[in-house]
């Protein structure tokens, strides 16, 4: 499991959309189901950045940093 989400896609008219079942607020859109799962990516890429970001600001200073790798 490294970088692997999950996409519920939907045909709504002539749009297909999509949300991320593991990353709750990462919606796409499009008119393809390729354009509606690049949209989504991007869309969980930069759900996760925000998050990230978020949690780092309320980091005491005199914590230290560790990246973990999954998969």
Do not use: Y
Not at 23 to 34: D, H, I, L, M, T
């Amino acid at each position: 499991m490294h970088n692997e989400f999950t996409a519920i896609i939907e045909q709504d008219g002539p749009w297909h959309i999509a949300h991320c079942a593991e990353v709750p607020g990462a919606n796409g859109q499009g008119k393809s189901r390729e354009e509606c799962l690049a949209n989504l990516r991007e869309a969980i890429s930069l759900v996760l950045e925000h998050r990230r970001e978020e949690s780092l600001r309320a980091v005491p200073p005199t914590a230290s940093h560790e990246l973990v790798v999954v998969g």
